[in-house]
C-alpha cells in the first residue's frame, strides 16, 4: 500500500493547482489524511487534515487552499488557489488511522510533488 501524490508544477504568481494524493492498495475509509509542505531551510508546514470530523486549514493558507476527497474514498485532494512564490515547496500527503487531526504517527505517507511558484 502506498499514497502517490501529482498535481504540481511551475506556476505564475496568481495561478491554482490542484494537487492529488492516491491512495494504492488502500482507501481512505476509517483515515484522516493531511497534506504538508517543506520549503528549502524551512520547517515542515501542515496545510490541511480532512477526516470524518470534517476539514481544517493552517491560518497561512485559509482561504486559499481547500482539501476535499472524492466519493470512492481513494483520492484527496488539494486546490490550491491565488498561489504566492511563498507557496513553492514540496507538497505531501500522509494517511492517519488514529488521528482525526493529522498529528503524531501516521501510517502512509507520500514521496511528495514539488510546487514552484513565480513572481
Known amino acids: 500500500a502506498q499514497l502517490v501524490e501529482s498535481g504540481g508544477g511551475l506556476v505564475q504568481a496568481g495561478g491554482s493547482l490542484r494537487l492529488s494524493c492516491v491512495a494504492s492498495?488502500?482507501?481512505?475509509?476509517?483515515?484522516?489524511v493531511g497534506w504538508f509542505r517543506q520549503a528549502p531551510g524551512k520547517e515542515r508546514e501542515r496545510v490541511s487534515c480532512?477526516?470524518?470530523?470534517?476539514?481544517e486549514y493552517a491560518d497561512s493558507v485559509k482561504g486559499r487552499f481547500t482539501t476535499s476527497i472524492n466519493y470512492a474514498k481513494t483520492t484527496v485532494y488539494l486546490h490550491i488557489d491565488n498561489l504566492r512564490p511563498e507557496d513553492t515547496a514540496v507538497y505531501h500527503c500522509?494517511?492517519?488511522?488514529?488521528?482525526?487531526?493529522?498529528?503524531?504517527?501516521?501510517?502512509?505517507r507520500g514521496q511528495g510533488t514539488q510546487v514552484t511558484v513565480s513572481s
Open positions: 500522509r494517511a492517519y488511522s488514529d488521528s482525526y487531526y493529522c498529528v503524531n504517527d501516521w501510517d502512509y
Open positions: 480532512i477526516s470524518d470530523g470534517g476539514t
Open positions: 492498495g488502500f482507501t481512505f475509509d476509517d483515515y484522516a
